[in-house]
């Protein structure tokens, strides 16, 4: 098969899929199961410039360029990982829409629900680390990346993908000690196809109501899931490389993360936590 061809869905896939179906709604109704590609975002992403539905979903065992936020690249052996992306139309997301950072909400809510995901499918207690990596005991397991596609009007789409660390892998240097996976944490095979049915399932449960009321229960959702974001020392990176040194002092009503340096209080809309 060449690299990038579809191949038909595994049979524990389709069927834990099947259980979720009235959860899941339309997130996943279309999914398209690769072997390998690049990146399961510019998968998404071509389609959904070719007008594939809110919630067609492309699902690869092995990335060659996989993503990451900030630029960075994302290790994608095969079989290690879930790496997953999911189109999402504006129009389905109700009042997140109007939102200019419409892409950073839709990464905020992405961390709550694959968080609650990986809980409900295999009783492992992630945690949230700002703005959406998903980390046990500071190691990480589980990163997000929403990108968004504009007109000079209104944005397109929204791919969200996710990529989820199953398996111990030969990790490069850089990241041999701050990453972890399911099975190397619970020490026993995880159902993959249960974490990322469970995640679909999650992920409509959350985008379902695209209120501002709903988005401020996902932020209180997210804040009890995210004990470092309030109280730890830190430096903060931002995209321009500026740092801040401070405790992290919570977050606002739009999800920045802020950071209290001296007597003041900086916000971070966007950037790097490291722990200190
Ligand atoms: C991060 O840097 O934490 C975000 C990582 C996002 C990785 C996922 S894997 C599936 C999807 N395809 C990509 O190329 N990236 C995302």
Redesign the pocket.
């Known amino acids: 098969m060449p690299p990038g061809a579809a191949k038909a869905v595994p049979r524990d896939v389709a069927q834990a899929l099947e259980a979720r179906a009235t959860r899941r709604g339309r997130i996943g109704a279309r999914l398209i199961y690769l072997e390998t590609t690049?990146?399961?975002?510019?998968v998404a992403d071509s389609l959904a410039f070719d007008g594939a539905a809110h919630g067609t979903t492309v699902v690869?065992e092995a990335?060659q360029?996989?993503?990451?936020?900030?630029g960075?690249t994302?290790f994608?052996p095969p079989g290690a990982?879930l790496?997953?992306?999911v189109v999402l139309r504006p129009e389905e997301l109700g009042d997140r829409a109007t939102s200019a950072s419409l892409a950073s909400r839709v990464s905020l809510t992405a961390g709550v629900a694959v968080a609650e995901a990986i809980r409900a499918a295999t009783g492992l207690a992630v945690a949230i680390k700002w703005p959406?990596?998903l980390v046990v005991d500071r190691r990480?397991l589980?990163?997000?990346?929403a990108e968004a596609s504009s007109s000079a009007e209104a944005v397109r789409h929204v791919i969200l993908?996710?990529?989820i660390n199953l398996q111990p892998a030969a990790y490069p240097p850089d990241l041999v000690n701050r990453a972890t996976s399911l099975e190397g944490e619970l020490g026993r095979p995880v159902d993959r196809a249960a974490v990322l049915a469970e995640s679909l399932a999650c992920l409509a449960d959350w985008l379902s109501d695209g209120t501002q009321a709903s988005f401020a229960r996902m932020l209180e959702r997210w804040r009890a899931l995210s004990p470092s974001s309030r109280g730890a020392e830190v430096e903060v990176v931002q995209p321009g490389g500026t740092r801040t040194t401070g405790r992290t002092a919570g977050i606002d009503t739009d999800g920045a993360l802020l950071v209290s340096v001296g007597d003041a209080v900086e916000r971070v809309i966007a950037g790097e936590v490291r722990w200190l």
Not at 65 to 70: I, N, Y
Not at 142 to 145: E, S
């Open positions: 690049s990146s399961t975002n510019d690869a990335q360029s996989g993503r990451g936020r900030m960075r994302w994608s990982g790496y997953v992306s959406n990596d990480k589980c990163g997000i990346l993908g996710y990529g």
